[in-house]
């Protein structure tokens, strides 16, 4: 779609504006540009984020996830180039699924949607009356790509598999709804069974460069397959099963959180009173890989995520779920202290707080991590990244980004290897355990990191208490239009 921006400004009636988000994994809608009221050099584009298929579990339209492309014309090219400042506004971004979110966030963006070392963070992004904004200053004719965290597309994730497949066993567990293939890599041949799933979310791409990350590295994918020492110990350690994608027709979509139907893949693992799942019909992605982790078993689960409003690397539990007890909670523990140890970007203190008692935590048993650990006995967990910048160790420049995801999914070798002979130990091992490896309760309060990483102190702060990242507990009557 194309603006040709008539302006009274003489030196920019020729600037031309084209929005685009008709590839792999785009999501904008161009609703019209003008000149900006108090700045004639400066133009207001307008545009709305797409809302996923509606959800019929949720009651909901989920959308938070952009990705687009704009073109500009007008500017001419060095050396007989002038300059032209963009303001994008996202006018809609009050009825996302986390409007709460946007606050401290900042756009990403590139001029080389291919190299996802390329990414840059506009520190100046806002959200003010309902709107996400973000100016730009455009130099020459030519297009820039905007996203809210950068995309992996299904290409690269088709290669990751192809590259895969020279290593290890790479089989389909079944097909998505619109056909695409359910992809899992199988290797080692130990007695305890890891499986580790990603990008459930298909708007969380952080979770792909994770998955691509810790491929890399078990499979020596970057050293013609030769692997370290550590590597060769948890091949004798573990069979690992890995879902590098379960949701791919979102991915393509561009959607937040559900798949080609509108279903959210992580509520799709039990039957919710009136709500069969999953099903073949409406969440094949989830019928297939719980039908494969049946036959094989599970010791060890880690389901891959993207938070929108937490700025911290986190691990949440299967808290207060039927077979959670001493057992349980020193295995996560112990998990947690480990790979914070392996990866100063993880962290025990931050993250989506516990139930309180266990008919909360029921009515989550059709989330992954938590049906996973009452039908398997296992330890069982979701690890969430964040959107915006990490306050562990910020980087407002570059903020969260595809390396330190890819890097974060290697380390986890660590303290699986930790944890290793204590998962279905039948001693009281949590005695024998150092204090660090405790179980530390989470807090979603983060307020006083905030206020540090802000010269002036002033931070505008939300919080309502929220479990698994499910909107309906910060909006209990939300309608996203």
Not at 94 to 103: F, G, M, N, R, V
Not at 229 to 235: F, S, W
Not at 432 to 441: F, I, M, S
Request: glycine share 6%.
């Amino acid at each position: 779609m194309e603006s040709d921006l008539s302006t009274e400004s003489k030196s920019f009636a020729d600037v031309s504006v084209s929005i685009s988000d008709t590839f792999d994994g785009g999501n904008i809608k161009y609703i019209s540009s003008q000149l900006n009221e108090n700045d004639k050099d400066t133009t207001d584009v307008i545009l709305h984020i797409k809302p996923d298929r509606y959800t019929e579990l949720e009651k909901i339209g989920h959308m938070q996830y952009f990705c687009f492309r704009v073109t500009v014309g007008g500017l001419g090219f060095p050396p007989e180039n002038k300059n032209h400042k963009i303001r994008y506004i996202i006018a809609n971004a009050e009825a996302s699924s986390y409007p709460e979110a946007w606050i401290g966030s900042t756009v990403c963006y590139t001029s080389n949607i291919e190299d996802s070392d390329s990414w840059r963070r506009n520190q100046d992004t806002i959200y003010s009356d309902g709107q996400l904004i973000w100016e730009h200053e455009h130099s020459k004719n030519g297009s820039l790509f905007f996203s809210y965290f950068p995309p992996y597309s299904y290409s690269r994730h088709l290669g990751l598999v192809s590259r895969c497949s020279q290593y290890a066993d790479t089989t389909s567990l079944g097909q998505s709804l619109d056909g695409r293939d359910i992809d899992c890599i199988t290797l080692g041949q130990g007695k305890m069974v890891c499986w580790i799933t990603h990008r459930q979310h298909p708007g969380e791409t952080m979770a792909s460069y994770y998955a691509e990350g810790l491929l890399t590295r078990l499979l020596g994918l970057d050293s013609d397959g030769t692997v370290d020492d550590q590597v060769r110990t948890m091949k004798d350690m573990y069979t690992f099963y890995i879902v590098p994608l379960m949701c791919p027709d979102g991915a393509v979509r561009g959607h937040l959180r559900t798949n080609a139907c509108g279903a959210n893949l992580n509520r799709e693992w039990a039957t919710k009173r009136f709500y069969e799942a999953p099903t073949l019909e409406r969440s094949s992605e989830v019928y297939s890989v719980l039908k494969k982790m049946n036959e094989t078993g599970v010791d060890i689960f880690l389901d891959i995520h993207g938070d929108e409003e937490l700025p911290f690397n986190f691990i949440s539990g299967a808290e207060k779920t039927p077979k959670w007890g001493k057992r349980m909670e020193s295995l996560h523990g112990a998990f947690v202290a480990a790979y914070q140890r392996a990866n100063s970007d993880m962290q025990q203190k931050k993250g989506y707080p516990p139930p309180d008692t266990a008919e909360e935590a029921a009515a989550y048993l059709n989330v992954a991590t938590n049906q996973i650990a009452t039908r398997f006995d296992c330890l069982s967990m979701t690890l969430e990244m964040p959107f915006k910048d990490c306050l562990t160790n910020a980087d407002p420049t570059r903020g969260w980004s595809p390396s330190r995801s890819s890097a974060l999914g290697a380390s986890v070798l660590s303290p699986l290897e930790y944890i290793h002979p204590y998962l279905r130990a039948d001693s009281e091992f949590w005695t024998q355990l150092p204090p660090e490896d405790e179980y530390v309760t989470p807090t979603d309060d983060y307020e006083a990191e905030l206020r540090a990483s802000h010269a002036d102190g002033f931070v505008p702060v939300s919080k309502t208490k929220r479990f698994y990242s499910d909107v309906h507990e910060i909006h209990p009557s939300k309608q996203v239009q």
